[in-house]
C-alpha cells in the first residue's frame, strides 16, 4: 500500500485497535508490519490486560508489553496506551469485593465481563491510581508512545452509576457539601410533596426501587453525583499522566449517545476527545424515537444523522477548553521516534478510536454493512472534524465475548473487507482529507442536566430528549447545513443562528448569556419545554418561560401530549397547513416590559383539536437579533421554520434527497449518498453508498 508521503500537508490518517495479548507471540511482527503496509499511523493497545500486566497483586509482568511496544515501534507506529481499568482482575475483586457496583435494582454487578467497578469507590481509586502510576513509570517516556487513553468507554452497559456500595455512601456526603442545611435540601427537592422531608442526612439513599415515581430532583441530584465520581476518577488518572509521561496527549474515547455523565465536565483536562462509532448497531440498538422506520433502509450503513450528530457533539465537546491543540501534544514524541515516524499531526481534531469496519455483535440485529459502507464512514468521520479513524479492530476475536464481532482480519488472519476498503482508501490518497476547520454558522446547544429532567418526566411514551434534538439536527442537516454541536453555556460568538432544541433547564445565567447574544445580533430558535424547569427541578413560580420570559415575550398556555394516531393541525399565515405529532404547546403573549419597543408575535397558529388558534410558533426582535420558539413536534414545520429563519439570515440552504447529505471542512465539500440505491439530483447519478469530494465553489454554494 501507498503511504502519506512524508512533509505533505497535514491530513486524515488511519490507525487500528490491536490486542497483542489475544494472540500467539509469533504474530506481533507480523501484524504490525502489516498495519504499515496498510497505510496505518497508529495503533491503540492494553486497555482491557490488566490481568496480564499484573497477575497477582503488585506483581508485574512487563515482558509482554515491552515486547509488544517494540514491534509496533520497530515499524513506525505511534502507540496509544491505555488504562486497563475498566477491566480489574480477579484477584482484585475478590480481594475487595466492596469495589463491584449495584445496579438499579439493587443488585450486585458480578466479575465476568467488564466495567465492573464503582467510580465512587475509595479502594477501587487507589486501585486505579496505582496501576496508571505503574504503567506510566515504565511506559511514560517511551518514544514510541505518542498518547494515553484513560479507561475504555467510561458509563457503557448502564455503569455510570451504582446504587448502593460506595455510592451509596458517598452521595449524602456530597448533597450536604452541595445544601448545607436539610432545609434547604429539602426545600430545593420539593420534598414536602408526599411528605418526603429528611431530618438527617443519613436517611437519604440512591432514588431506586420506590413504590411509584421517583422524585425527578433526587434523581438529577444523583446523577450530577455520579458524573462528579467519573470527573474525579479520571482526574486521578489525568494527573498521574501529565507527572510521568510529559508531551504525549490525553484522551478518552467517549459512547453513542452515553447520558451517564456529564460529558463536558468530564473530558475537561483532556487534550482531545474521541468516540467509538458503530454505526449499523447504532440505528439498531441507540436510535432514538423516531428512527424505527429507518432502519431497514439504512440497516446496512446506519443512518446519516445519528453518526453526523455524535461526531459534531464531540468535535464541539471541548470548545474553547484546549490551549494546546492535540496535534501538538505529541510533537516531540514523534521528533524522537524510531525510524519512519509518523507524521505529526497539526490541528486540534477529535479522533474516532473505535470505527466499525465490518459486521459488529452486540445488537439486535448485526448485518453486514453495504460495500463502500467503512470507506463512507470514514470519508464522513473526517469531514465532521475527526483527524484520525481507528478501526475496530485488527483480527477479528477468536475467543470470549466478541467472537461474533468482525476485524480488519478476519478469525483466520486473511483480510475482511472492509481491509480492502481501507487499502483503496489509502492507495487513493489520504491527502484527498485535508485537516481544517469545519465552517458552521448554525450551533445547536446540548446540556445534560436538560437531558436527565426531560427525559425522567417524558410525559410522553414517544419522545424523549435526544428524539426531540435530532428532529432540529435532522432538519437542519437535510437542508444542506453544517452544524457545532456545543454546550448551552458556551461562547456563542461568531454563530448566525443558536438552536436550543430541548435546553429544559434554564437558570438566570444561562437566561443572561442568551439574552446578551440575541442582543448582539445571534437569533436563537428553542424548541418545546424551553426553560420549563429551574435547576433544582422545579417549575419556574412564575411559568415557563422563567427568566427568558422577557427575552421571548411570551408565556406558556398549554401542552399536550398526544399518542400515536392523534394529531394537532398548525397554520401559517399564507393557510399552509402542518401536523404535530407527540407534543404541541402553546403560548400567550405578553406585552412588552417599559423601554421595550418590540412584542412577540405568533406565526403560526393551531388549527383545530383542544389548542384551536392558540399560538404554536412566535418570534420577537430583541436588541439586533431576534428569538423564535417553536411548541409543536412535526419534521415538516421545523424543516419549514428553520429554512425560512436561515434565509432571513443568509446561510445557504439546499433541500437534500432523503439518504443525501453534504459536509464541509478545509474548503472541501464531501457529497455522501448513503441509500442502497443511486440517487438522481441536479444532472448527476450519486451512487448507492458513496461519498464524493468537491471543493466549495464547485458544488454546494453554487447550487444553492
Known sequence: MTQPESGSAPHLL??????????PRDRWEPYARQQRELGLRFVRIAEFAWSRMEPQPEQYDWTWLDEAIAAYAAEGLGVVLCTPTATPPAWLIRAHPEILPFDEQGRVREF???RHYDFASPVYRQHSQRITRAMAERYGQHPAVVGWQTDNEFACHDTGRSYGGASAAAFPGW?????????????????VFWSMEYTDWAQIRPPNLTVTELNPSHVVDFY??????????QAEQVAILRELSPGRFVTHNFMIFEKGFDHYAVAKGLDFVTWDNYPTGMLEFFAPPGFDGHKVTYARTGHPDLIGFNHDLYRGMLRGSVERGAWEVGKDVFESSPPNPPPTPHDPGFWVMEQQCGQVNWAPHNPLPADGAVQLWTAQAWAHGADVVSYFRWRAATMAQEVMHSGLLRHDETPDRGSAEVGALVDAGLNRFPLGPVPARVALLHDYDSLWFYDQQKHSASLNYWAQVMAYYSALRSLGVDVDVISADADLTGYALVVAPAITLVDTDRAARWTAAVHRGVHLLCG????????????WAEGQFGPLTALVGAKLGQYDSMRPGLSQGIRDAQGQLFEAQYWAESYRLSAPD?????AAEALYHYAGGPLDGQAAVIRRTAGQGEVTVIGAHGPDLIRTVLEDVLAGLNVPTTRLPDGVRFSRRAGQTLVQNWLPTPVEWRGKTLAPVSFEIVGLTESVQGEQ
Do not use: I
Not at 14 to 23: I, Q
Not at 178 to 189: H, P, Q, R, V
Open 224 to 233: 450530577r453525583f455520579a458524573s462528579d465520581m467519573v470527573a474525579e476518577f
Open 14 to 23: 488511519l490507525a487500528t485497535c490491536d490486542y497483542p495479548e489475544h494472540v
Open 112 to 114: 465476568g465481563s467488564r
Open 175 to 191: 448533597l450536604e457539601r452541595k445544601y448545607g442545611t436539610l432545609d434547604a435540601l429539602n426545600g430545593a427537592w420539593g420534598n
Open 594 to 598: 417599559a423601554g421595550e419597543n418590540n
Open 528 to 539: 418545546p419545554r424551553t426553560a420549563f424547569r429551574t435547576p433544582g427541578g422545579e417549575t
